[in-house]
Nanobody, 125 residues
Framework: VQLQASGGGLVQAGGSLRLSCAAS????????VGWFRQAPGNEREFVAA????????RYQDSVKGRFTISRDDAKNTVYLQMNSLKPEDTAVYFC???????????????????WGQGTLVTVSS
């Protein structure tokens, strides 16, 4: 499966962005999906994940209550709605997917098989 992340940009602190992760090549519905981010000089970190059923989600503590991950399997797309953005959210955001028979969520990068290219999110203060 090929993943294409989009929706990044420049936004002021307190603003919102919605990232999209579009899949092609295979039906996306059996894949768990995660979002990760990497700021300059930092390691890639987990942001949010959704199970293949859409019924389970998981978030990094720093984004809980501000970010929402969702999926639309009819469009083969997973979204990350980001509200109340902070300068520390500035990073390149990546989506990743793994085919899963379990309805779980995954927070480690090495649990994912497929990765999209990143999309840059810049939050100005």
């Amino acid at each position: 499966v090929q993943l294409q992340a989009s929706g990044g940009g420049l936004v002021q602190a307190g603003g919102s962005l919605r990232l999209s992760c579009a899949a092609s090549g295979r039906t996306f519905s059996s894949y768990a999906v995660g979002w990760f981010r990497q700021a300059p000089g930092n390691e890639r970190e987990f942001v949010a994940a959704v199970s293949w059923t859409g019924g389970s989600t998981r978030y990094q503590d720093s984004v809980k209550g501000r970010f929402t991950i969702s999926r639309d399997d009819a469009k083969n797309t997973v979204y990350l709605q980001m509200n109340s953005l902070k300068p520390e959210d500035t990073a390149v955001y990546f989506c990743a997917a793994v085919q899963s028979v379990l309805a779980g969520t995954y927070s480690r990068a090495n649990q994912y098989s497929y990765w999209g290219q990143g999309t840059l999110v810049t939050v100005s203060s």
